[in-house]
């Protein structure tokens, strides 16, 4: 069945907007509710080509919490100013990552892409830009484009900036496009990735996968099935939106460093849409962190 390069679209965006919606927080610091038949928790923030689609050792949903101690990192009771102890292998404990991490704001380079597949046609997503993490809006300049296979020609193609207290966009395929103010009520919404990274911390071994190496850097893998019960408890917003699409859960895998920063994230889900099943995946990658950066409203002048 050859299916409308509509439904492509129309499930890839709605699930890439939601993406840059909810999950752009750059640590796991934050605390989330307790899911419901499943722990809560989880860091940021995430993104495209640098980051692998998840793992097929990563197939795991979420247990149900039982009452288990949390490990204790090998080296010393305690971690350092610069993040989790590491043992002699360079490993460390995920969950006192989180625990000790630094929630001081700081900037980095998000990459983000989002692939959405059916019955041998698909489309892709891409974004890029740089970001604010661990503020209360996503604070950042960015850029998204669209593009269908078989074709180089954008679908869409929009810049965004947020300075944290308004929202600014424009149509960046028609030469010249004005800055106008978003009126999306979730453009400004804070971020959600460090909460789902805490809920993969408190499940316990299913969701730890180990040591790897992520955009250069030792980082611990986390990984596990998030259903909708649980999604609803740490986002009721993205749980409202994908349900509505008839998502009944989704796949999710991090990657976090000895200070509890994410360093990668996928998502991974199936969406019915008109007869078929598109398959989408969002790999997001965060590099080039620094100081929180500033960004001011956009100008004609400063376009």
């Known amino acids: 069945m050859k ?79 610069t993040g989790a102890p590491v043992d002699a292998t360079g490993a460390f404990d995920p969950a006192v990552a989180l625990a000790n991490a630094d929630r001081t704001p700081y900037a980095a380079t998000e990459t983000m892409k989002t692939t959405a597949s059916a019955d041998g046609q698909g489309s892709v997503i891409t974004a890029s830009g740089r970001v604010n993490l661990n503020t209360p809006t996503r604070e950042g300049r960015t850029e998204t484009k669209m593009t269908i296979t078989g074709s180089d020609e954008p679908m869409f193609w929009m810049e965004v900036v947020n300075t944290g207290s308004a929202v600014f966009m424009r149509d960046k395929s028609k030469p010249g496009g004005a800055w106008s103010p978003s009126t999306a009520a979730d453009d ?98 965060y590099t080039d962190f620094g100081p929180r950066e500033t960004f001011p409203a956009p100008t004609a002048a400063a376009s």
């Open 3 to 81: 299916i409308r390069r509509t439904t492509l679209t129309a499930a890839a965006t709605l699930i890439a907007l939601s993406a840059v919606a909810a999950c752009n927080d750059g640590d796991g610091a934050k605390s989330a509710p307790s899911a419901a038949g499943a722990p809560a928790t989880a860091s940021p923030t995430v993104s495209a080509s640098a980051s692998a689609a998840p793992s097929p050792s990563s197939t795991t949903e979420v247990p149900t919490p039982t009452p288990t101690p949390t490990a204790t990192p090998t080296p010393t009771p305690t971690a350092t100013a």
């Open 188 to 285: 400004t919404r804070s971020d959600s990735i460090g909460d789902y990274v805490k809920a993969l911390v408190d499940a316990g071994p299913a969701a730890r996968k180990g040591m790897e190496q992520k955009n250069g850097v030792p980082a611990y893998h986390l990984g596990a099935r998030m259903t909708a019960a649980q999604m609803k408890a740490i986002d009721p917003e993205e749980y409202r939106k994908l349900v509505d699409k008839g998502v009944s859960g989704k796949q999710i895998d991090v990657w976090i460093d000895r200070a509890g920063r994410v360093l990668a994230h996928t998502q991974s889900m199936k969406i019915p849409k008109d007869g078929t099943t598109v398959t989408t995946v969002i790999t997001v990658t």
